[in-house]
């Protein structure tokens, strides 16, 4: 879903800019609600973990392979505005260092990718989470459902973008049913991933699944023929208190694994995007990448003959500068929350 230079005009990709950056300066206010003492410092690491995993292109069908957008993953995790930074963040550094996006197509994969996957399937995700069980099994339900839904949103955003400002004269329909029929097929493995994703951090951290707080039933016990609310058998520990440490280097490390070794065996073929740009003619207008001759370009090190270490070392360099970046945005957007804040009443009278 990586859209190139010279697939849309420059009129329309200035106006995705436009929208891109009011939504990332909406999402930096917005973010200050969501971070706090847990989630801060794991923001940089989804966003580093969606970047590892986006490397990971796996098969659907007719030759076309696809990968997570993430949009919705991060938006159950951290919380909309925090997602759409995320993607935000991951996207800035696939095409700065890995030539991966056009440059100033940067406002269309940002206002597609991040914002249009993180609303449609956070909208949806809280709608399902009112109307299911209060369990931690409806949470990983709603994500799948989410996440499915999320990525033919962004192939019809694209189809949209394309109908208004596409540099080549291909029918819309041809567009629309290409874009939507193999991202229905992407949405499933989004799907998936997600859902396994959200699932294994609850059944370790609920509280650091911002759309599982307050989901949580209180215990009932039948007493004179009535239901009422079981008293706590302890007082849980503050979450403020609670380490993220573990689950920050547990992360991390899976973000590396993924991206430095498992990415050697993702599939080679074009994704949902590349097969129907080639197919249907969209890509004849492509313009080389205004970083094509990065050292890290086409996820690969430069110099480096060895395919698998190249592709290796690449994954790890774009992981360790994805969460240095991420970790670095979403600390100062902490801090000014911190600032923010007024002080705690009383002091000298």
């Known amino acids: ?33 969501e971070l706090d003492e847990r989630t801060a410092p794991l923001a940089g690491l989804v966003a580093a973990f969606i970047f590892a995993v986006q490397m990971l292109n796996f098969p659907v069908a ?7 957008l993430g949009g919705a993953l991060a938006a159950i995790l951290v919380g909309p505005y925090t997602g759409v930074l995320c993607i935000s963040v991951v996207l800035l550094m696939q095409g700065i260092l890995f030539a991966d996006g ?45 996440a499915l839904v999320s990525v033919p949103a962004a192939a019809l955003g694209f189809t949209l973008f394309y109908w208004i400002g596409g540099t080549t004269d291909i029918p819309i329909g041809k567009v629309l049913t290409g874009m939507v029929g193999v991202h229905v097929l992407i949405g499933i493995g ?12 609850i059944a370790v951290r609920p509280d650091l699944v911002y759309g599982a707080r307050g989901l949580s039933a209180p215990l009932k016990l039948r007493v004179g023929g009535e239901l009422v609310d079981a008293a706590p058998a302890s007082e849980p520990a503050p979450t403020a208190a609670r380490s993220t ?43 080389p990448h205004h970083t094509a001759d990065s050292p890290l370009a086409d996820y690969g090190v430069k110099d480096v003959d060895d395919a698998r270490i190249s592709g290796g070392l690449a994954g790890v360099i774009g992981v360790g500068a994805t969460v240095v970046v991420g970790s670095g945005v979403f600390w100062a957007v902490r801090r000014r929350r911190t600032a923010a804040e007024p002080a705690p009443a009383g002091g000298n009278v």
Not at 190 to 201: H, M, N, P
Request: aromatic letters at 6%; glycine letters at 10%; a positive charge.
């Open 190 to 201: 989004e799907a998936a991933i997600t859902a396994l994703t959200v699932g294994a951090v």
């Open 1 to 33: 879903m990586h859209v190139p230079d010279g697939f849309i005009d420059l009129p329309v990709s200035a106006a995705t800019g436009a929208v891109a950056a009011g939504a990332v300066a909406v999402s930096l206010r917005g973010a200050r609600r």
């Open 245 to 287: 440490r573990k689950v920050w280097a547990t992360g991390l490390v899976t973000a590396l694994v993924l991206a430095g070794f498992v990415s050697f065996y993702a599939s080679a073929s074009p994704d949902g995007l590349e097969k129907v740009a080639a197919d249907q003619g969209i890509d004849r207008k492509t313009e």
């Open 102 to 146: 056009g440059l100033t197509a940067l406002g269309v994969n940002i206002t597609d990718m991040a914002v249009v996957t993180t609303v449609v399937a956070y909208a949806l995700f809280r709608t399902l989470v009112k109307l299911l069980p209060r369990t931690r099994r409806s949470v990983t339900v709603a994500s799948f459902v989410a």
């Open 62 to 68: 007719a030759g076309t392979s696809g990968h997570l």
